[in-house]
């Protein structure tokens, strides 16, 4: 993480997908949670007051869900790679994200499984998901 880097963060965002290598996974919908942090330099922003000038998460987020709601892989760590990739494609000012992906009830005793990753742009080919 860069610490002379800010961060802008997408906190449980839920979607509906299917993920998942059972057959009851490939076929039925299942609630996925998706934490994002993404560094970045905010200060154009802050001096300007305009969208322009700032990673917009909002355009962050409609993408993943998309990409979510049209995908459907088999694991989580292909999931959460896509969801990377995506986030650097977006904006060319986002320095390194970190991205967790969590199915919500998939184990039994547990509320959640997941897998988290940490990527800086220069270790992302950027050129499609």
Not at 11 to 26: A, C, F, H, T, Y
Not at 100 to 107: E, F
Not at 122 to 129: A, M, P, Q, S, Y
Request: hydrophobic share 45%; charged share 30%.
């Amino acid at each position: 993480m860069k610490p002379d880097l800010d961060k802008v963060l997408i906190k449980d965002l839920m979607v509906r997908g299917i993920l998942g290598i059972n057959p009851e996974e490939r076929k039925n919908r299942q609630d996925i949670m998706i934490n994002v942090t993404m560094w970045a330099d905010t200060g154009a922003a802050a001096r300007s007051d305009a969208i322009e000038d700032a990673v917009n998460y909002r355009t962050v987020a409609k993408a993943i869900i998309h990409h979510v709601e049209e995908g459907a892989p088999m694991l989580v760590e292909r999931l959460v790679a896509e969801i990377a990739e995506i986030c650097f494609r977006i904006d060319d000012r986002i320095a390194a994200v970190e991205v967790t992906v969590q199915k919500i009830g998939a184990l039994r005793f547990a509320h959640s499984v997941g897998v988290s990753i940490y990527r800086n742009r220069e270790e992302i080919r950027v050129d499609g998901v």
